[in-house]
C-alpha cells in the first residue's frame, strides 16, 4: 500500500475511531444517569419508610421530607438529562444511517451534499413515531400487568384478612380491611376491563415492528422502493433517490394512519356494543 493510499485511508479511519469513541462516551453518560436514578429512587423509598416508622421525632421527619423532596426534584432533573442524552444517541444513529446508504452509491459526494440531510430528517420522522410508540407499548404493558398483579394480590389477601378479623386482634382498622380490599379489587378489575391496555401494547408493539423493518429497507435499500444504487446514470441515480424518500415517508405515515384508523373504528365498535347493551336493557325489562 503507497504513502498516497495511506493518507487518504487515515481521515476516514479517524472519523470513524472518533465515532465510536463519542458513542461510547455517550453511552457511558447514559448508563452513569440510570445508576444515579435507581439511587434517588432508593433514597426517596427508604427514607419514605424511616419517616413513616420514626413518626414520633419530629426533627427526623423534616430531615427526611426534606431529603426526600431534594430527591425527587433532583430525579426530575436527571430524567430530562437523560431524556436529552437520549435524543443525541438517536440523532448521531440517524446521521449513521443516512450517511451509510451514500457509501453504496458510485459517486456518492453528491449524495452525500444533497440527499444526506434529508434523508437523515426522514429518519429523525420516523423513529420520533418508533419512540412514541414504544413508550405508548411500555405504559400500556406495565399497566396492564399492575392491575391484573393488584388484583389478584388483592383477592388473595382477603379470606386472609376474613381469618385475622376473627382473631379478634384488638385493632379497629383490621375489621375495615376485609371490606376494603375486595372493593378495591373489584375497582382494579373494572378497570381492567374497561381499558384495552393489553390491546394498545398489542397495536403498539406492532407499529414498532412494522417501522422499524421500513427503517432498516430504507436504510440499506434492499426493496426496488428504497434503490437506487443499481444505477450508473447519474441523473437517473438522483431521481430514484428523491423517490425512495418520497416512498419512505408514504410507508411511514401509512403505517401510522393505518393504526389511527383502527383505534378509532375500535373505539366506534364499543360504542356501538355499549348502545345495544344499553338498549337491550329496557326490552328485557318490558318482556
Given amino acids: 500500500m503507497t504513502t498516497s493510499e495511506l493518507t487518504n485511508l487515515d481521515p476516514n479511519n479517524q472519523n470513524a475511531i ?6 461510547q ?5 447514559l448508563l452513569n444517569l440510570k445508576v444515579i436514578e435507581f439511587l434517588l429512587l432508593a433514597i426517596i423509598f427508604t427514607f419514605g419508610i424511616l419517616v413513616t416508622v420514626f413518626s414520633n421525632d419530629r426533627n427526623f421527619i423534616i430531615t427526611g421530607i426534606t431529603l426526600i423532596t431534594t430527591s425527587f426534584f433532583l430525579l426530575l432533573i436527571n430524567r430530562q438529562v437523560f431524556q436529552n442524552v437520549k435524543n443525541s444517541i438517536n440523532r448521531f444513529e ?4 443516512a450517511e451509510l446508504y451514500s457509501y453504496l452509491l458510485s459517486d456518492n459526494s453528491l449524495d452525500k451534499n444533497t440527499f444526506t440531510p434529508i ?3 426522514a429518519l429523525q420522522y420516523s423513529q420520533k413515531l418508533i419512540d412514541d410508540y414504544k413508550r405508548t407499548r411500555n405504559l400500556s404493558r406495565n399497566l396492564y400487568y399492575i392491575l391484573q398483579i393488584a388484583t389478584i394480590i388483592l383477592s388473595g389477601v382477603t379470606p386472609i384478612l376474613v381469618l385475622v378479623d376473627k382473631l ?9 380491611l376485609p371490606v376494603i380490599c375486595p372493593a378495591i379489587a373489584s375497582i382494579v378489575a373494572s378497570i381492567v376491563t374497561s381499558f384495552p391496555f393489553q390491546k394498545n401494547s398489542v397495536a403498539a408493539n406492532t407499529c414498532v415492528e412494522l417501522l422499524e423493518a421500513e427503517q432498516e429497507k430504507f436504510v440499506l435499500g434492499i426493496t426496488p422502493y428504497y434503490r437506487c444504487y443499481d444505477s450508473t446514470d447519474e441523473v437517473e441515480q438522483q431521481q430514484k433517490a428523491k423517490q425512495a424518500i418520497e416512498n419512505f415517508i408514504t410507508q411511514v405515515n401509512n ?5 389511527l384508523q383502527e383505534i378509532g373504528e375500535g373505539q366506534k365498535r364499543e360504542e356501538k356494543e355499549q348502545q345495544q347493551a344499553e338498549n337491550s336493557q329496557p326490552t328485557a325489562e318490558q318482556s
Fill in 18 to 23: 472518533d465515532g465510536d469513541l463519542s458513542f
Fill in 25 to 29: 462516551a455517550i453511552n457511558k453518560k
Fill in 94 to 97: 440517524a446521521n449513521e444511517k
Fill in 119 to 121: 434523508r437523515r430528517k
Fill in 168 to 176: 379478634e386482634a384488638g385493632q379497629a382498622w383490621l375489621k375495615w
Fill in 255 to 259: 403505517i401510522h394512519l393505518n393504526q
